[in-house]
C-alpha cells in the first residue's frame, strides 16, 4: 500500500525558533501534497496545497509567510513553521495523491508530528 | 461546494455489538467519499471509499458502507464491534472535477466498552 512518512514525529522548541517537518511518499510519486492542521478533538483543517515545482496554495486565514511550504520533488515536501509560538502548538499531518490510482482521488496520510511551543 | 455532516459526535458501544456511524453530505456535484480512522496520537488510515461502481464498499476489517445517493448519505457500519475498533473516524469527501480538496466531518468518536 502506499506509505507516507513525516519527520519528526514530535518536537518541542523554544518560542522564536523555527521548525521543519518533512513529509515524504515512501512507495509511490506524489505531485500533489496536502498539509493540515488538528486541534484536540477536532477535525483536520486544511492549510495548503503543495504542488512538485511550484508555489504552495494557502487556504484563507493561513499565513504564507508563517508556515513556508517547499515541494522541491515528487516524493519530498517541508512544513517550516517559522518563528513559532505557542499558539502555533498544534498536531500536523500531511498527505499525498497518489498518482498510481484512477485519477489520484485516494489521499494518504502521515502519521503526524506533534508541535509544542514553550 | 461540499460539505459533510457526521451527526454523532460519540458513539458508545459494547464490544460485539453493531454500529453504524452516520455521514451525510451536501454537494451540488458528484463525488468521490470516504471513511478514515485515525488512532490516538497517529495520522489518518483509509478505511474504504466510494468511487464509481457498486455502492456498498467494504474494508479488510469487518467495516463496510453504503453510498446512499437520493439520502446523500455514506454511513458505515460494522456487525461486530472489538475494543481494538475504539478510534476517531472521519467522513470525507472530493469533488469528482478533482480539485484535489478532502472535505472532512467533523468526526466520530467510537467507545468501544468491554
Known amino acids: 500500500g502506499a506509505v507516507v512518512s513525516q519527520h519528526p514525529s514530535r518536537v518541542i522548541c523554544k518560542s522564536g525558533t523555527s521548525v521543519k517537518i518533512e513529509c515524504r511518499s515512501l512507495?509511490?510519486?506524489?505531485?500533489?501534497m496536502f498539509w493540515y492542521r488538528q486541534f484536540p478533538k477536532q477535525s483536520l483543517m486544511l492549510m495548503a496545497t503543495s504542488n512538485e515545482g511550484s508555489k504552495a496554495t494557502y487556504e484563507q486565514g493561513v499565513e504564507k509567510d508563517k508556515f513556508l511550504i517547499n515541494h522541491a520533488s515528487l516524493t519530498l515536501s517541508t512544513l517550516t513553521v517559522t518563528s513559532a509560538h505557542p499558539e502555533d502548538s498544534s498536531f500536523y499531518i500531511c498527505?499525498?495523491?497518489?498518482?498510481?490510482?484512477?485519477?489520484?482521488?485516494?489521499?494518504?496520510f502521515g502519521p503526524g508530528t506533534r508541535l509544542l511551543v514553550l | 461546494a461540499q460539505s459533510v455532516t457526521q451527526l454523532d459526535s460519540q458513539v458508545p458501544v459494547f464490544e460485539e455489538a453493531p454500529v453504524e456511524l452516520r455521514c451525510n453530505y451536501s454537494s451540488s456535484v458528484s463525488v468521490y467519499l470516504f471513511w478514515y480512522v485515525q488512532y490516538p496520537n497517529q495520522g489518518l488510515q483509509l478505511l474504504l471509499k466510494?468511487?464509481?461502481?457498486?455502492?456498498l464498499v467494504e474494508s479488510i476489517n469487518g467495516f463496510e458502507a453504503e453510498f446512499n445517493k437520493s439520502q446523500t448519505s455514506f454511513h458505515l457500519r460494522k456487525p461486530s464491534v472489538h475494543i481494538s475498533d475504539t478510534a476517531e473516524y472521519f467522513c470525507a469527501v472530493i469533488s469528482s472535477s478533482n480539485t484535489g480538496k478532502l472535505i472532512f466531518g467533523q468526526g466520530t468518536t467510537l467507545q468501544v466498552k468491554p
Open positions: 466510494y468511487l464509481s461502481g457498486s455502492t
Open positions: 498527505s499525498a495523491r497518489d498518482l498510481g490510482t484512477l485519477r489520484g482521488e485516494t489521499q494518504y
Open positions: 512507495d509511490f510519486q506524489a505531485t500533489t
